[in-house]
């Protein structure tokens, strides 16, 4: 009986066996392009092998739960979970588990509440990240309750650590701006820098930008996240930063306009352990790419910038119902209010 393509396989082993017939499914792949594989187990018969590769691909817990690794059940849980959750959401689950690699490979059941501690403990300080590996766990165990493969959930022991100290947001110096533009064609992604200062833009919201959403000959850009106000916004682009855009759009066709080497999205953690930490390093610079941000505002304050504009462009929320109800900017008024930065 031929099985579709990645389905799986089974064949009889040789001698005399009570149960011949090995089923095993292809899990991965090594770094030399070889198939790694997984045994389902032996059976009497053909038939049941082949039914076990049903039961397989409806259920894979229904195999074998005690082996079922943590992998096994982030992939599983992940395919049904992301369904309805926005990328942000999405991206947010992606990063804390990428926190979790060194659990990967551990069969769930064997996973104690150490191996989780460690985990978080080394997002010390990250408080935020900390919740979100801890949201997982807890995502999982509740998955793996339900499925019979454990009977705890460890992950309710965790203990968070504190958050040390509020976050300071130091603002660019004119200085240090001034930096940044002289070596833009010597180091990696420092006009990424430029491109977040002169927006007001978070850091995840550049590297969600689509190049569908940039209009170039408009001098904007539609795009952010967060709040109800910050999704889908105008973002004026500042014609200092309108060729180091305008590279990016034309140098590749990736749909989104900051890309990796593969054309791809780029991870926000990988941006900042890789590309936003050589900046620093090089430029013997120390700040966070959220202070691009906080710099944006500051300065635009600095240059008297109207006050509802520089809300509307960063996607704050309007809390004053004149504003909100009766003042109406045009596109044009955002982008004269952005010109006001030299």
């Known amino acids: 009986m031929k099985l579709p393509n990645g389905y799986g396989t089974y064949y009889k082993l040789k001698g005399k066996r009570r149960k011949p017939w090995r089923v095993r499914v292809t899990v991965g792949w090594d770094e030399n392009g070889k198939q790694i594989f997984k045994n389902l187990g032996c059976y009497e018969t053909q038939l049941e092998a082949i039914k076990q590769l049903e039961i397989y691909h409806t259920n894979p817990l229904l195999i074998d739960n005690k082996t ?3 992998s096994e059940i982030y992939d599983i849980w992940s395919k049904e979970k992301f369904k309805n959750l926005s990328s942000s959401s999405i991206d947010g689950y992606v990063n804390a588990y990428n926190y979790c690699k060194e659990l990967w490979d551990i069969p769930f059941e064997q996973i104690k509440l150490k191996a989780l501690q460690d985990i978080v403990n080394k997002a010390d ?7 979100k590996i801890k949201g997982l766990m807890g995502l999982l165990y509740d998955y793996g309750i339900a499925n019979d493969i454990v009977l705890k959930k460890y992950s309710d022991y965790i203990i968070l650590s504190e958050q040390k100290e509020k976050t300071i947001r130091i603002t660019f110096s004119e200085e240090e701006i001034d930096l940044l533009w002289e070596n833009v064609d010597l180091i990696p ?10 927006t007001g833009m978070r ?4 590297l969600k930008m689509k190049r569908e959403n940039v209009f170039l000959d408009k001098e904007y850009m539609i795009g952010g996240s967060k709040t109800e106000a910050g999704i889908n916004r105008i973002i004026p682009i500042h014609p200092r930063i309108k060729p180091l855009i305008e590279r990016w759009y034309n140098n590749s066709s990736s749909k989104y306009l900051i890309y990796n080497n593969a054309n791809n999205k780029i991870c926000y953690q990988n941006f900042i352990d890789r590309n936003w ?11 966070n790419p959220y202070d691009c941000r906080h710099t944006f505002a500051t300065r635009m304050d600095d240059a008297n910038a109207n006050k509802l ?7 704050h929320k309007i809390r004053d119902v004149t504003d909100k109800v009766y003042t109406h900017k045009k596109i044009e008024q955002l982008i004269d209010a952005v010109k006001l930065l030299r």
């Open 309 to 315: 504009c520089i809300k509307l462009i960063m996607g």
């Open 203 to 206: 850091p995840s919201e550049l």
């Open 68 to 70: 079922v690794t943590f």
């Open 125 to 131: 300080g990250k408080l935020a990240t900390q919740k």
């Open 189 to 198: 992604f420092v006009d990424t820098a430029l491109i977040l200062i002169y």
């Open 277 to 287: 930490a050589n900046i620093m390093e090089t430029l013997e610079l120390n700040h």
